[in-house]
């Protein structure tokens, strides 16, 4: 966890700064970078004049950015948003600021940049419009300058956000300014935004070339001379390589500046040793200091082939991976950077390796804890083209917008290292008709314009080769499929030559700590629109055996995919669950059922097989629970590694031994319950591995208070989760507890958001209590900005004692 810490103060330092460092000269910083979140006014409804000056916000909420208006409201059976955003409220908001800025920008570039806003925004300052974005997922900026009142004259920015037509998404979008927001003021001379490229068209262990391509913009009326120095910098900050030149640009234009640098005995990125350099580009203005500004470097090389599959600096590599939506459950859309390292970190500890970001950009912060977490990224930009899914679904922009959209999200993320595929689309529907192959040409081209380094991939549905226009254009370096894993052995025959990625895979069903009896592998439904026996509770087994009819279970998947060298990988579907698109259930359901971890963040019995296959760490995990009605069948599985046997005990007495055969990722025992310890120990050459134990939970005796931190920054945006559960007096969890459990928090933290990752709860994600579900519920508390220790306090009134928990504030 201290790698982990170390990390994560390194990535919020560099997010603040955007990439690009302050620098000073004479005592004045050369670029100024400021968070730009706090002190807006919100209100939901449409306000037009708010762009005026005289407009009265007085009962407009005071709030700090990001923000999610949606998560926010109650679940509606009739919700516009309908089941596939979660039946979650949307409609459109204004957000208002004053701010002043200081006299000494009169003289420079000022601008402002949202990371994201869902969705159709338009920026107004000083009531001018600066412009409309409809994407809600794309970054984006506007230049402030001309419109600015400087030192005590107050400037108004109001922004109007119209998430009104629906439905247009098949998943949560959350509404709002849901990601940050900087003003930048930089020199006239400076490097533009997303201006650096780098590459290591040549790199290697023993020595690598670094081409670096930077745009200058020179927003002065006359040319100017200046000198461009570049310097690369390791991960203890010491220069390990520099290149200088002097450069000529005309007033009022932009320049492409070319610098070549080498980098001796590099350190190679990997998921295994994420190691980053960054180059440092400084811009001199007769001789004096007129921007600065930092781009990422990881030096690594890696090639898809159509027999042996994926590898990263010449090592074969399985990417194992998974797809993740941007929603961070309870937060909603709202981006918090430690929201991310959190599903990040469990998602490490399982072995994955690769995330593919689904559907659609994610935010900075997911790019770059990738980049030095170590995930190898399927960075994608579409999930509809010109052909629509959902009425009013990004189809309506497709024209007027997708060239820019996707020019905008390749620069953006261009530098990242951890990105090693750029996807189109997703399930395209112009893959069944001609169109497909303009498009897909059209599109790969434009990423090839701006990065040739890595491949183009579609996650394609149409596995047979005529009636697939999408792979007819010739235009996608990799293949990707979604589903039908029974095919792949087919794929080098129908598809030769051609390298291949499951892009997306799955789509099994679990609700986290439920488990029906007996065993069997479903699929609930059998096909779109047929009746099928589900649960009156809106469950599904935790059991790896039920699926959507067009998926597969877990094991049967990755059984498939370990047997097949040429395929690069595969995405699971997905790693956590979602909110919205609760298949195979109607309302009340509310999120999904396919993820690996529950949409509270607590794993289902499934993240173990994965770590026993992905990971290299010891794993022996039993399940289910251990409370049961008497002489009950029950059956109990055990994922392991490391081991050529497990042995069941039953309150001590030996229950046999198994191992598993030929491709079996788990071994089972019928059991019949009586009340005690199921224990299992794994053996190796017959030296015991592990041991695991449940023990039947008894009477309710306490309130168990977990924090995955012991302190958190006076920030305002640091989070604590704090996972909550029922006890006995030994310690034993309470596997069916769906008590009420109150909060009360006070000092330096507010609560932000509850959870217990039953999928059809309909209680709100920011009320002041939570029904335990299966004994288990999460809340997260956030900075307040006090200076002052947080208390935690925890109750029923059903005579359990009140629990309680310090968080120390920094």
């Not at 201290?2 to 005592?27: M, P, V, W």
């Not at 052909?387 to 997708?402: E, G, I, L, M």
């Not at 307040?784 to 009140?802: C, D, F, H, R, V």
């Amino acid at each position: 966890m201290i790698k982990h810490k170390n990390i994560l103060q390194k990535t919020i330092i560099a997010i603040i700064l955007l990439f690009s460092i302050i620098g000073f000269s004479q005592g004045k910083q050369a670029r100024i970078i400021e968070d730009f979140n706090k002190n807006w006014n919100f209100k939901i409804g449409d306000y037009p004049t708010a762009i005026q000056s005289y407009f009265n916000a007085s009962d407009w909420r005071t709030l700090q950015l990001p923000h999610d208006w949606s998560i926010e409201g109650t679940f509606d059976k009739d919700s516009k948003t309908k089941q596939a955003q979660g039946f979650l409220p949307a409609g459109k908001g204004w957000y208002r600021k004053v701010f002043t800025v200081p006299k000494d920008w009169k003289n420079k570039t000022v601008s402002i940049e949202f990371d994201g806003v869902f969705k159709n925004s338009e920026v107004f300052i000083n009531g001018h419009s600066l412009g409309i974005r409809p994407n809600g997922y794309i970054s984006f900026s506007y230049e402030l300058s001309q419109y600015l009142k400087f030192g005590n004259q107050e400037n108004i920015i109001a922004v109007k956000v119209d998430n009104d037509a629906q439905p247009n998404s098949r998943w949560y979008t959350g509404s709002g300014i849901y990601r940050n927001v900087r003003l930048v003021a930089s020199n006239k001379l400076h490097v533009a935004k997303w201006g650096t490229y780098v590459t290591t068209p040549d790199a290697a262990a023993t020595n690598s070339k670094i081409h670096l391509e930077i745009t200058i913009d020179n927003d002065n009326d006359v040319s100017k001379e200046f000198k461009l120095v570049s310097s690369i910098l390791n991960a203890a900050n010491v220069e390990v390589g520099s290149f200088t030149s002097t450069e000529k640009i005309s007033g009022k234009t932009s320049g492409k500046k070319i610098q070549n640098l080498t980098l001796n005995r590099p350190e190679l990125w990997s998921p295994e040793n994420p190691y980053l350099y960054k180059i440092v580009t400084k811009i001199y203005d007769k001789s004096k200091l007129a921007d600065n500004y930092e781009t990422p470097l990881g030096v690594r090389y890696f090639n898809f082939d159509a027999e042996k599959g994926f590898s990263l600096n010449g090592k074969p590599t399985k990417i194992v991976g998974v797809c993740l939506h941007h929603d961070n459950g309870a937060l909603g859309a709202v981006e918090n950077i430690h929201a991310v390292k959190r599903k990040l970190v469990l998602l490490k500890e399982m072995g994955v390796n690769a995330i593919r970001m689904s559907h659609n950009p994610h935010s900075l912060e997911m790019m770059q804890l990738c980049d030095e977490m170590g995930f190898i990224v399927q960075d994608e930009a579409f999930d509809v083209w010109k052909k629509k899914k959902v009425t009013n679904d990004y189809h309506k922009d497709w024209d007027a917008w997708h060239k820019q959209d996707l020019e905008d999200f390749i620069k953006r993320d261009r530098n990242h290292p951890s990105v090693i595929m750029w996807s189109i689309g997703n399930e395209i529907r112009e893959q069944f008709d001609s169109t497909g192959t303009s498009i897909t040409k059209e599109l790969a081209q434009i990423v090839k314009s701006l990065d040739t380094t890595r491949p183009v991939t579609s996650a394609l549905t149409e596995n047979i080769p005529e009636k697939n226009f999408i792979y007819q254009s010739g235009a996608l370096d990799l293949l990707g499929f979604n589903y039908k894993h029974e095919d792949y052995k087919d794929f080098p025959t129908r598809f030769k030559g051609q390298k291949i990625i499951a892009s997306e895979s799955v789509s099994a069903l679990e609700t986290r700590g439920h488990y029906d009896f007996p065993n069997g592998i479903k699929a609930w439904p059998t096909k779109h629109g047929a009746p099928f026996d589900g649960n009156a509770d809106w469950t599904v087994s935790a059991y790896d055996q039920v699926k959507s009819y067009w998926g597969a279970t877990h094991e049967e998947n990755w059984k498939t995919i370990k047997k097949q060298d040429f395929m690069a990988g595969t995405f699971i579907w997905t790693g956590f669950d979602y909110i919205g698109e609760p298949d195979p259930y109607p309302y009340p359901a509310r999120s999904s059922y396919f993820g690996i971890i529950d949409l509270a963040g607590f794993p289902k019995d499934v993240y173990y097989m994965y770590q026993s296959e992905w990971s290299t760490k010891p794993v022996l995990h039993i399940f289910p629970h251990w409370n049961w009605a008497k002489d009950q069948e029950v059956d109990v599985w055990a994922y392991y590694n490391n081991a050529d046997e497990v042995e069941l005990f039953l309150n001590g007495k030996s229950l046999g031994k198994k191992s598993k055969q030929n491709d079996d990722l788990h071994i089972s025992w019928r059991v019949k319950f009586e009340p005690g310890t199921i224990k299992a120990i794994s053996r190796k050459d017959g030296k015991v591995v592990l041991e695991a134990a449940i023990h039947t939970a008894g009477e309710a005796s306490k309130i168990d208070l977990k924090a995955d931190k012991t302190t958190i920054k006076n920030d305002t945006y640091d989070l604590v989760y704090v996972a909550v559960s029922l006890v006995d007096k030994e310690g034993n969890l309470l596997p069916n507890a769906n008590d009420l459990i109150n909060f009360e928090v006070s000092g330096g933290g507010k609560l932000v958001g509850v959870d217990n990752g039953y999928q059809a709860n309909l209680d709100s994600f920011k009320a002041n209590s939570c029904k335990l579900f299966n004994g288990k519920c999460i809340a997260i508390i956030q900075s307040n900005g006090k200076k002052e220790n947080i208390q935690l306090k925890a109750s029923t009134g059903n005579g359990i004692p009140i629990s309680s928990l310090e968080i120390k504030v920094e």
